[in-house]
């Protein structure tokens, strides 16, 4: 079955219109005309006229529905649907029946029947009832993809000994409801760890929600935590929900801590310490069950003697620290992180599997990943990006390796940028984005050292990223 495909500007596919119907009934005037009115909504049709031709059909070709007669002489419809079920997890199939009883219409959805039509069928309703399980079929699908993409996303790659540590630690941890404070040097991995640790609590089918301190205004960020009541400041035109209270029974990732203002700090704190929380411009207060887990990149205890971070808080946070290791402690882990980011990089731009000519993994590895496995990720999707062919070769490494070489540090001349098909406001957003990019790619993709390059304000940073597209 074809999938939707949006594509702008281009046709867009009905992804009904090519799925294969396969129709077992031993009654011929209901195969042909069925057939018939099936193909006018241009699905392509399968016939057999009885069970034993029906489930060696579905054995030679691929099938995205079937449509099953309940009683025919060779083989009874529920047979057949027992052993579809069998070969075919998941295909769904959909019964017809001229004895329609309660009672066979419940056998059969017990057993893996997905809907039940009426003889005399009206075309009308079998079109309704085929599009709809075809859709609902499409959707599950994707979920299931989108699941699969989300689980390779989260998953942690690493089988050296500081990794094996790490993962001991998440597994003590996880079922408790400490706090916890991961620190870790930029891009090592703390946002994944965090995950790992409520994906393997008691609260894992609960949220996980994620604030990003360095990214929200510091005029809204008490309003982001904790929520606000109508009205009660300018622009608070509905009531809203705090992250708080978004986290309840669940896990609140508090990220980049660090850079958490002296004034909201104290507001943590005191949350922290007393377990509810007011909604801005509300005097009522809440009470949830929140487990808070943060993290930075910053030297907090540093941060203490500057007297930019509260020692209060800090005590607070830090019940079970967890320091993520750097890459450079475990080089190890190196071709293991590139075999798995290859094959995530090839699946998400859409690329035939590629792999390392010999001598190319070495070559990266010899690398200095000061930003750590972000960098590790990012300069592997550069690679299945620039290189066209499905080997990537040492030379292509040393090429796409270099400061120097690196897209979008060559010709950096303002003409690049003109192009007579667009807008002057298109021009200009690609220029902004080259130039984030950049400036992200020479900071090892940190925001905040790519934000002071730019001369930006971190969370004006976040938001320009957010609204070109730029992954972090
Ligand atoms: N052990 C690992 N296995 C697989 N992927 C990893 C691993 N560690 C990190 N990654 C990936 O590297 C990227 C950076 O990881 P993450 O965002 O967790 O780092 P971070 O320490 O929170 O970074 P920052 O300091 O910039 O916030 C993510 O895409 C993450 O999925
Ligand atoms: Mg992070």
Redesign the pocket.
């Known amino acids: 079955m074809n999938r939707l495909i949006l594509c702008p500007g281009r046709i867009i596919l009905n992804e009904h219109q090519m799925a294969t119907i396969l129709i077992i009934d031993d009654e011929q005037n209901i195969l042909v005309t069925l057939s018939r009115a099936l193909q006018l909504e241009n699905y392509r049709t399968e016939v057999a006229g009885g069970g034993k031709v029906g489930l060696s059909k579905l054995a030679e070709q691929p099938v995205d529905l079937v449509l099953l007669d309940v009683k025919m002489p060779d083989m009874d419809g529920l047979d057949v649907l027992e052993k579809i079920s069998e070969s075919h997890p998941g295909l769904p199939v959909i019964m017809m029946s001229g004895h329609a009883t309660v009672e066979i219409a419940v056998r059969a959805v017990r057993m893996g029947a997905i809907d039940f039509l009426e003889k005399p069928l009206s075309s009308e309703k079998v079109m309704v009832t085929v599009a709809n399980t075809l859709k609902l079929r499409q959707l599950c699908e994707e979920n299931r993809d989108l699941k699969e993409l989300a689980g390779l996303?989260n998953?942690?790659?690493?089988d050296s000994p500081p990794?094996r540590v790490l993962y001991d630690q998440i597994k003590i941890v996880a079922p408790s409801n400490g706090r916890v404070l991961i620190t870790?040097?930029?891009?090592?991995?703390?946002?994944?760890?965090a995950r790992a640790i409520h994906e393997n609590s008691l609260r894992a089918s609960n949220p996980f929600i994620k604030v990003n301190c360095a990214a929200v205004p510091r005029e809204l960020i008490e309003s982001e935590l904790f929520g606000h009541e109508k009205g009660s400041f300018t622009g608070a035109s509905q009531q809203r929900r705090g992250k708080f209270e978004l986290a309840d029974a669940g896990t609140l990732f508090l990220?980049?801590i660090g850079d958490m203002r002296l004034s909201m700090q104290a507001k943590l704190l005191r949350v922290l310490q007393e377990g509810e929380i007011e909604r801005v411009g509300s005097a009522d207060t809440i009470v949830g069950d929140v487990r808070v887990i943060a993290?930075t990149?910053q030297d907090l205890p540093k941060a203490i003697s500057a007297g930019r971070f509260r020692e209060d808080l800090f005590h607070r946070l830090n019940v079970i620290p967890i320091r993520?290791p750097a890459l450079r402690e475990r080089r190890e882990d190196i071709p293991a992180?590139t075999s798995?980011f290859l094959r995530q990089a090839c699946e998400q731009n859409n690329r035939p599997a590629k792999s390392f000519a010999p001598g190319a993994l070495e070559r990266l590895s010899d690398h200095d990943f000061s930003g750590n496995?972000?960098e590790l990720?990012n300069s592997v999707e550069r690679l299945v990006i620039m290189v066209p062919d499905d080997t990537i070769k040492p030379t292509d490494v040393d090429c796409w390796m270099k400061p120097g070489l690196r897209p979008g540090n060559t010709e950096g001349t303002e003409s690049s940028f003109y192009n007579p098909d667009l807008t002057i406001k298109e021009m200009l957003a690609n220029a902004e984005r080259t130039f984030i990019l950049q400036a992200l790619q020479n900071r090892d993709?940190?925001?905040t050292n790519a934000a002071k390059q730019l001369g930006l304000e971190r969370s004006h940073l976040y938001k320009k990223m957010k609204a070109l597209g730029i992954r972090q």
């Open positions: 996303q998953r942690m790659v690493g990794m870790g040097e930029n891009g090592s991995g703390k946002e994944l760890v990220d980049e993290a990149n993520v992180l798995h496995v972000r990720k993709g940190h925001v």
